[in-house]
T-cell receptor, first 115, second 111 residues
Framework: NAGVTQTPKFRVLKTGQSMTLLCAQD?????MYWYRQDPGMGLRLIHY???????AKGEVPDGYNVSRLKKQNFLLGLESAAPSQTSVYFC??????????????FGSGTQLSVL | SQQGEEDPQALSIQEGENATMNCSYK?????LQWYRQNSGRGLVHLIL?????REKHSGRLRVTLDTSKKSSSLLITASRAADTASYFC???????????FGKGTRLSVIA
C-alpha cells in the first residue's frame, strides 16, 4: 500500500515548455486535489476532483489543466510553463462520506523550477 | 471553503516544554483539522475535531475548539526535537468543499 505517489519528484523546465505531473493513489479514494506551496504562502488549491471524469477549479487554477480519466490518477498539466509556476506541488486524496473519512492523505511533493 | 489563520507564525521552545498554537476562522464549521508538515515533506493529518466537540486528545496532542469565538488551539505537551515542523489548521464548512490551508505555524524545538 503505497498511499499517494507523485512523479516526478524534481523537474527543471524552461519558460514555455510543457509538462504533466502525475498523482496516483491506491486507496480507492474518490476525491483528489492539487496544491502548490510557495515560501511564506502556505498551500493554495489549484484544481480538485470529486470523482472519475470530474474536475473543478480551486483558488489558483490559471495556467494549469487537469484530468481524471481513471479513479486512481489525477494529472496536472502545465501547457506553457512560466517562472511564476516555480513551486512545490502536492497532491492529496481522501475518501468520501462521514467525518472519519475526511482526512487528507498527501504525496511527498514535486519540486518544479521554471527558468 | 474557508482558510484558517494560524498564530503565531513562528514558535521556538526548548525540548520538554509545551507548545501551543492557535487557529482562527471566520464562518461556522462542520469540523476542523490539524496537519503537520516536516521540512520538504507532504502534510500529515494529526487530528479532527467536530463542531459539537470541545476538546480532543491524541497522545501528546490536545486540541480545543471554541465555536463561539471561532477559534481552535493545538497543544503539544513535553515537546521533542522531532516535533519541529510546520502546523496547519483547516476548518471545513460542510459537504464536499475542499480544504484550504493558511501559512501555518513554524515550530522549532531546540534540544
Amino acid at each position: 500500500n503505497a498511499g499517494v505517489t507523485q512523479t516526478p519528484k524534481f523537474r527543471v523546465l524552461k519558460t514555455g515548455q510543457s509538462m504533466t505531473l502525475l498523482c496516483a493513489q491506491d486507496m480507492n479514494h474518490e476525491y483528489m486535489y492539487w496544491y502548490r506551496q510557495d515560501p511564506g504562502m502556505g498551500l493554495r488549491l489549484i484544481h480538485y476532483s470529486v470523482g472519475e471524469g470530474t474536475t473543478a477549479k480551486g483558488e489558483v487554477p490559471d495556467g494549469y489543466n487537469v484530468s481524471r480519466l481513471k479513479k486512481q490518477n489525477f494529472l496536472l498539466g502545465l501547457e506553457s510553463a512560466a517562472p511564476s509556476q516555480t513551486s512545490v506541488y502536492f497532491c492529496a486524496s481522501r475518501k468520501t462520506g462521514g467525518a472519519t473519512n475526511e482526512k487528507l492523505f498527501f504525496g511527498s511533493g514535486t519540486q518544479l523550477s521554471v527558468l | 471553503s474557508q482558510q484558517g489563520e494560524e498564530d503565531p507564525q513562528a514558535l521556538s521552545i526548548q525540548e520538554g516544554e509545551n507548545a501551543t498554537m492557535n487557529c482562527s476562522y471566520k464562518t461556522s464549521i462542520n469540523n476542523l483539522q490539524w496537519y503537520r508538515q516536516n521540512s520538504g515533506r507532504g502534510l500529515v493529518h494529526l487530528i479532527l475535531i467536530r463542531s459539537n466537540e470541545r476538546e480532543k486528545h491524541s497522545g501528546r496532542l490536545r486540541v480545543t475548539l471554541d465555536t463561539s469565538k471561532k477559534s481552535s488551539s493545538l497543544l503539544i505537551t513535553a515537546s521533542r526535537a522531532a516535533d519541529t515542523a510546520s502546523y496547519f489548521c483547516a476548518p471545513r464548512n460542510s459537504g464536499n468543499t475542499p480544504l484550504v490551508f493558511g501559512k501555518g505555524t513554524r515550530l522549532s524545538v531546540i534540544a
